[in-house]
């Protein structure tokens, strides 16, 4: 049963991947991971978040010198990871060393539900030539 959740589990959330963004203008909405140059710090909510290094959201806006994200994770340069909560983080164009969209990856997800499928399979061969899909009959000690 926790084998069959754990397949739901992935085939819901699928494998997600940073890819480059080609030419100079992502689209609005995309979910972006943005990789800074130099650390700067951000406001969010009551909190100022110092040495920031990668920025990760959903693009509000794309102008020619910014981004504005709807941030949801902002990682320091220490490596820790800060739930931003939404809150809007304008970065300039030329603080961006690496943009990336992140998105589902139709062949990782499809070989992640290919192995649950096989586990699920191989699980259900295991309880089956175990015995455990029999009913009825004498036990095993009850022979005549």
Known sequence: MRFVALAALVSLCGCVIAVPIEGTSPTVGRKLLVELTEPIQF??????????????????????????????????????????????????????????????????????LGAGAVGLGALIASVSSAGGGQSGGEPPGKQQ
């Open 43 to 112: 406001q969010v909510v009551e909190a100022r978040i110092q040495n920031i290094t990668r920025a990760e959201g959903v693009l509000l806006q794309a102008t020619e010198d910014s981004l504005i994200l709807s941030a949801e994770s902002l990682w320091s340069r220490a490596g820790v990871r800060h739930p931003a909560l939404g809150a809007r983080v304008a970065i300039l164009r030329n603080n961006a060393a690496n943009l990336q969209e992140k998105r589902v990856s139709a062949t990782r997800t499809a070989i992640a």
